[in-house]
């Protein structure tokens, strides 16, 4: 799960202490298996972080000076609930426009000889793209 965390309190968002707080509790309400964090401030403003979790990762970028936050949820198996935890994000840090966005990813085949399409193979002999695109 993707979190556009629009419209936030800027102060929170510069508070580290705070910030891991919060993403660790997320992690613990969604049923998370913890195995570590670390979080960075930056000068003048903004943190970074990630919460290392046996299922993944929950991971969070501020902007304060803009009130967003990006976080992501990455999370595979079957016992975690991130829309919990995204839900809970998004009262935490006071977001007054959320956004989520969740992408089925990590979709391996059902056996070792399934059977790959030219189609398939195309998408992965695309090359080096010349720049970035942005998808809404």
């Known amino acids: 799960m993707l979190l ?47 919460v290392v979790i046996a299922e993944s990762h929950v991971a969070v970028h501020t902007w304060p000076e803009h009130g967003y936050a990006a976080v992501d949820i990455f999370t595979c198996g079957e016992t975690l609930c991130p829309e919990i935890a995204a839900q809970y994000f998004v009262e935490k840090f006071q977001s007054r426009q959320p956004s989520m966005m969740e992408l089925k990813r990590g979709m391996l085949p059902t056996t070792k000889t399934a ?17 970035l695109q942005v998808v809404s």
């Open 4 to 50: 556009e965390l629009n419209g936030c309190n800027t102060k929170l968002l510069n508070d580290i202490k705070r910030v891991e707080e919060i993403l660790v509790a997320g992690a613990k309400i969604a049923k998370a298996t913890i195995i570590g964090t670390h979080f960075h401030q930056f000068s003048p403003f903004g943190i970074s972080g990630v």
């Open 115 to 131: 059977k790959v399409t030219k189609d398939e193979k195309r998408i992965f002999a695309y090359g080096r793209p010349k720049e």
